[in-house]
């Protein structure tokens, strides 16, 4: 059973932007942080960036000021707004749910790939 449903990856140029989506159903979305994670081939996954169930966001160092996390209460969806990419920001974009209750949910990932 899917409880999180990530979309918008692809190939983009090194400068631009992409939007990855993490939808996700009422209940987790409103009891629950969001965390994007992201993995390179032959790396580690690491964290990008998190969003709080009250919206207080945080980012990696590597990412500031480039992306952007939000939440969408009428559409029980965050957003991951990746501007300025890098081909070292290539890599699959999880998303990840997490409250107390029922710890971690993770969606299937998108691939995210910038070409130089």
């Known amino acids: 059973q899917v409880q999180l449903v990530e979309s918008g990856g692809g190939l983009v140029q090194a400068g631009g932007s992409l939007r990855l989506s993490c939808a996700t159903s009422e209940i987790i979305f409103r009891t629950s942080a969001i965390l994007w994670y992201r993995q390179a081939p032959g790396k580690q996954r690491s964290l990008v960036a998190t969003i709080t169930s009250e919206g207080t966001p945080r980012y990696a160092d590597s990412v500031k000021g480039r992306f952007t996390i939000s939440r969408d209460n009428a559409k029980n969806t965050v957003y991951l707004q990746m501007n300025s990419l890098k081909p070292e920001d290539t890599a699959v974009y999880y998303c990840?749910?997490?409250?107390?209750?029922?710890?971690?949910?993770w969606g299937q990932g998108t691939q995210v790939t910038v070409s130089s």
């Open positions: 990840k749910a997490f409250n107390w209750e029922q710890g971690d949910t």
